[in-house]
C-alpha cells in the first residue's frame, strides 16, 4: 500500500467534518436565537418593572418627604433588582452601599438631558442591566439595577449543551462515517484483492456482480479483461507449445544429422573442423532453448503439479551442487536448516541450483558462495557471484524470458538460452516460494530463494 492516509480515513474524515459544520452551525444559530430572545424578555420585563417603581416614586415624591431613602425601601424591586434615586442633587440608595458608583456613565447623562435609558455592563464582574427613568415634574431621577446573572447561568447551560450536543454530533457522524466509507469501499478491497490475484497468476478469479448497476458494471468489465487475458496468456502458450513440439522433428533429424559429421571431424580440414564445431555448439544451444520453451509452456499451462513429497533441503541442496560441472563453490549450511523439509520435486530443485549456479559462471565471474539458512517457517537459500552486480531495473526484470544483465550485453548474446532464470522463476512459484535478486556484501549480484517449511 502507497503512503499516506487512506481513503476511508478520508471518507470518515470527510463525515466527521460536515457533521462539525452543520452542528456547529446549528449550535451557533441556536445559541444567539436564543440568547437574543432572552435578553428582549429580560430587557422587557425590567423596562416594565422600572417604569411601574419610577410612577410610585414620583407619587410619593409630591409629598416632598425629607428622607426619601425610606421611600425607595417600599418600592417593589423584584429579581434582586436595586434602586438609585437623584432628588434634588442629592443621592440614594437602597439597599445600603448603592450610589451613584453602581451606575454607568452613559446613562446617567442620558437620563441628565431628559431621555429615559437602559444599557447592559459589568459592574465588578457582575452582569446587570441599568434603566434610568427622568421624573421631571419633581427634578428626579430614577434609576433601578437589575442582576443578568441568572441569565447568564442559563445561556451558559444552553452553551455547554450545544457544545456537548456538537461533539456528540460529530463522534456520530464520524462512526457512521466510518461504517459507511467501510460499505462503500468494500467492492474496492474486492477489486484489489482480485486484482492482486489476477497479477499473481490466478486467471481463475472473478467478481460477483451484484451491488447496484455501477458496482455490476465495473464487475462485468472486470471479469471481461480477466477472461480476455487468460484467453490471450493460453494462445500464446498454446502457440509457443506448438512451435516447439513442431521444431523437436527437425532438430531431432539436425541433431542426429550434425553428430555423423562430428564423428568424422577428425578427417575435415581445419576451417570445416571450426564451422563443424560451430554448428554443434548452435544445435546444443537450440536444443536446449526449445527444452526451455517447452518447460515454461507447461508450467505456465498448469499442467506441471508438485509431487506430494517432503524431502530434507540440506543434503538435496549438497547433491545439486556436487552434479553440477562448472567448478567448486563454497557451500554454507546453517545447523537448524540442514534437516529442514520442505515439498519439493528433485529435479525441477536440482534445475533451479542448476540455472542459478551456471548464471553465475557464465556471467557473474563464478561462484562465491552458496548459503543455506531457516528463517521460521521458511528456508533461504542464497547463491552469491563474484560479478559487478546488477542495477535496479535489472534486478526487477532480470526473471524475464531472454532479458540479460549487463554482462551479456544484449538479448540471445553469449552460450546461454536466456530462458534460466525465468524457469528459475517458474520453479519457485511452483514449489509455493519466491526468488528475487540483490546486492551481495562484496558487490556482485545475489540471487534469494526462499521455500516454505513442510512442517512449521
Known sequence: MSGGVGLRWRLTAAFAIGALVVSAGLAIVTYQ???????????ASALRQAFVNARLVAVSLQAEPEDPSGLLSSVETGSGSRAVLRYHDRWYGYPVGVGPDSL??????EAVAG?????????????????????????????EIFSLDQLEVTLALLRNTLLAAATATTVVGALFGLVAAGRVL????EVSRAAAEVAAGNLDIRLDDRGGAELGQLADSFNTMTEALRQRIERDQRFVSAVSHELRSPLTTLTAA?????????????????????????????????QDLLEISRLGAGAVELPDEEVAVGPLLLHAVNS???????????????EACVRADKRRFERIIGNLVENAFLYGGGVTRIALDRRESIVRITVDDAGPGLTEEERERIFEPFLRGEAAKSRGAGSGTGLGLSIVAEHVALHRGRVWAESSDAGGARFVVELPVARP
Request: net charge positive; hydrophobic share 45%.
Open 324 to 338: 553440477l560441472d562448472v567448478g567448486t563453490a563454497e557451500v554454507d549450511i546453517a545447523g537448524d536448516a540442514y
Open 104 to 109: 454607568p456613565d452613559s446613562v446617567v447623562t
Open 33 to 43: 436565537t436564543a440568547r437574543a430572545y432572552l435578553l428582549r424578555q429580560r430587557e
Open 115 to 143: 431621555f429615559a435609558a437602559r444599557q447592559r455592563s459589568r459592574q465588578n464582574g457582575d452582569a446587570q442591566l441599568t434603566v434610568a427613568v427622568p421624573i421631571p415634574a419633581r427634578r428626579a431621577l430614577y434609576f
Open 186 to 189: 468494500r467492492p474496492v478491497r
Open 258 to 290: 550434425v553428430e555423423v559429421v562430428n564423428a568424422r571431424r577428425a578427417e575435415l580440414p581445419d576451417r570445416a573442423r571450426v564451422a563443424v564445431d560451430l554448428v554443434v555448439s548452435e544445435v546444443n544451444r537450440f536444443n536446449r532453448m526449445v
